[in-house]
């Protein structure tokens, strides 16, 4: 048998010339390695020629060139992703955390402003009710008001014709109603006891003052500024004394014969301490020398 692992085992003609009644193998075409590739292939393959071996019994394959394809780099994807990682800095930088700190100041200052709202809501609740108890106050000052305007009018129809001799005087002050009734008409000269004609005067003004229920009645002696007389000395040590020894008859009458309660009434002397005049002239001592009836708001409601 032939020798196949010579070379010329494979040359062709060797091949063709087999024994008869064997069939001749296919002529294997080996490729010529000396030539180079083809022009038709591109510049960017180089051929790399590479030893490939087939098995196939005693035999060995001849060196086949094979061809690696090298791809050149595309940079443009790259330059777009950095771009666009550039311009995603640039916006989360320029316009994202600017804004971000524009809707978190934003945040802040609403609660703030809600703070300051719910404060503003109590302060304008709080004003409203001292609006309402303003307005309370007011409405409760002008029935008073009303009242002592009645009240007056009342009592000058009643002592109409000892106002008009100048022995009462009637007016208003801060909300009080002040009587004022001349000592003349009221005690006989030095003495400290009612006389007739005081007691008709003060029945008037206590019946009048009776019929208004929440008010205090205040009784106040009051006198010039002459000293007591050596012959007075024996009853009243001062006008202290003698100030307030009328006021308390004059609150004395009040309870026992109008029917006065007596938590309604006080009895004050004031002695020359609270002149209505000066003391200067006769006239003003005379106007000096009186008995102040005043109707007073009571601090708490006075029962019966």
Known sequence: MADYKS??????????????????????????????????????????????????????????????????????????????????????????????????????????????????????????????????????????????SKTQDELSQKLQEEIKKGEVLINQRAGELVVDVSDQILFDSGEAELNSKGKAVLKKVGETFLKIKDKIIQVGGHTDNIPISPKLHKLFASNWDLSTARATNVVRFLQDEIKVPGRRLVAAGFSEYRPSASNRTAAGRHKNRRIEVVLLPSVKPITK
């Open 7 to 148: 070379r010329e085992a494979w040359d062709p003609t060797v091949m063709s010339s087999a024994p008869e009644g064997q069939n001749a193998p296919a002529p294997i075409s080996v490729p010529n390695t000396s030539e180079s590739p083809p022009d038709s292939l591109p510049s960017e393959i180089s051929p790399e020629p590479q030893r490939q071996q087939f098995d196939m019994g005693d035999l060995s394959s001849a060196e086949i060139p094979t061809y690696k394809i090298r791809r050149k780099s595309n940079p443009v994807p790259w330059l777009i992703t950095i771009l666009l990682l550039i311009g995603a800095g640039a916006f989360i930088f320029f316009y994202y955390l600017p804004l971000a700190e524009q809707i978190k100041q934003q945040a802040d200052d609403l609660v703030i402003a809600r703070s300051e709202n719910t404060k503003l809501a109590e302060q304008i609740n709080e004003l409203k009710t001292a609006a309402a108890s303003l307005q309370n106050a007011v409405d409760k000052k002008d029935q008073v008001l009303a009242e002592l």
